[in-house]
């Protein structure tokens, strides 16, 4: 794989054992939440608050969906997922990869180098395609909430003052 190289430092290494950590508690998050039937919103599941960008602007944010997108997808409910957020399976996936190429490569003593350009343009392109969709999504989507969700969360702050 042209992405690793070998590596005896366990410090640099444990990155990767970290990251696959992140991926495995977020998979786990998602097995245990329900997609919201809104395409957004799944987060407050977990008691946070909805999006800022949705409380304010009825708008959508670049990652607005995200959560639904992945929790569907790991359920695999791919219509849903892609409906929630286009570009949310293919990040998933893509998370998916790289944990478990690295909690791999971690075994064989190898790191996932991301030093090189390769690597710093496919991160540059993947973020101009988010935020791109994201700008794009934003501009068109005037009416984002679902039914309810502001008055809902309004009413939810109420009762804890």
């Not at 039937?37 to 999006?51: I, S």
């Not at 969906?65 to 409906?83: D, N, P, Q, V």
């Not at 990040?91 to 003593?109: E, I, N, R």
């Amino acid at each position: 794989m042209a992405f690793l190289e070998p590596c005896d430092d366990k410090k640099i290494l444990n990155g990767q054992l970290v990251t696959f950590a992140i991926w495995l508690a977020i998979t786990a998050f998602g097995i245990y939440l329900s997609p919201s039937p809104h395409g957004h919103g799944t987060h407050e599941q977990l008691g946070l608050p909805p999006c800022p960008s949705v409380l304010f602007f009825n708008r959508p944010c670049p990652g607005c969906g995200l959560t639904t997108s992945w929790t569907a997808t790991i359920h695999g409910r791919f219509i849903e997922a892609f409906h929630a957020h286009p570009l949310g399976p293919l990040l998933y996936l893509g998370f998916t990869y790289v944990a478990l190429v690295g909690l791999w490569a971690y075994t064989k003593k190898l790191r996932i180098d991301t030093g090189g350009r390769a690597w710093s343009v496919g991160m540059m392109v993947g973020a101009l395609v988010f935020f791109g969709f994201g700008f794009i999504r934003f501009a068109l989507n005037d009416h984002f909430a679902a039914p309810d969700e502001i008055t809902n969360y309004v009413q939810r702050l109420s009762r804890k003052s």
